[in-house]
């Protein structure tokens, strides 16, 4: 277990408004990664980061955007939320960039 | 074509049976391939890893890869009740990303 938190849990929103998802590490591992999962469409990766300051685009990038400027946290942002986004968003973290271990997850939802 | 190929299932087998779960990947390139199991309303839990052909035991798991037929299974003995859940198939491609596949549903039967 990688000692991974996510928040918030849930969220409704919007359809319009920024948010913003954190995922927090006690691991202290270099890799981190968000995704998004959706019936149908199994796990999808949004970004991820190899490092402090070093974040780069995943398969279904457009409309969010990440940081992180610590080790232990990456934040997921959504621009302007829109339906589309609902969905689960899992963090996951790898020491090495091969195993990854997932966080519990936040469902979000745009109404 | 998919990267990574899973029988939705669901996969139904009795208490006790030897449970199969298969996976195909088109990336003759890849070099690391995972089983995560996954509870309804739960996060992925890694449960096997397997880097080299041939088989790979720990407990009641064994991964299985072929790279020359691009395809990796996994097989869990004597099946319990609580090994239902959905099982992905997750394979390495390029810059440390993992691609996933949909998911096999594993049903275990009393």
């Known amino acids: 277990d990688a000692g991974i938190t996510q928040s918030p849990r849930h969220k409704v929103t919007e359809t319009g408004t920024p948010v913003t998802l954190r995922c927090h590490q006690t691991?202290?591992?270099?890799?981190m990664y968000w995704y998004r999962q959706d019936p149908g469409h199994g796990l999808r990766l949004i970004h991820y980061?190899?490092?402090?300051?070093?974040?780069d685009k995943g398969e279904v990038s457009d409309g969010y955007s990440v940081s992180r400027s610590k080790t232990e946290d990456f934040l997921l942002t959504l621009e302007s939320a829109t339906s589309s986004q609902t969905s689960v968003y899992f963090c996951?973290?790898?020491?090495?960039?091969?195993?990854?271990?997932f966080g519990p997850g936040t469902r979000l939802t745009v109404t | 074509q998919k990267e990574v190929e899973q029988n939705s299932g669901p996969l139904s087998v009795p208490e006790g049976a030897i449970a199969s779960l298969n996976c195909t990947y088109s990336d003759r390139g890849s070099q690391s391939f995972f089983w995560y199991r996954q509870y309804s309303g739960k996060s992925p839990e890694l449960i096997m890893s397997?880097?080299?052909?041939g088989d790979k035991e720990d407990g009641r798991f064994t991964a299985q890869l072929n790279k020359a037929s691009q395809y990796v299974s996994l097989l869990i003995r004597d099946s319990q009740p609580s090994d239902s859940a959905t099982y992905l198939c997750a394979v390495t491609g390029t810059a440390s990303k993992l691609t996933f596949g949909t998911g096999t549903r594993l049903q275990v039967t009393l």
């Open positions: 397997i880097y080299s052909n």
């Open positions: 691991e202290n591992h270099r890799y």
């Open positions: 996951a973290t790898s020491p090495t960039g091969n195993e990854q271990y």
């Open positions: 980061s190899y490092g402090v300051k070093d974040t």
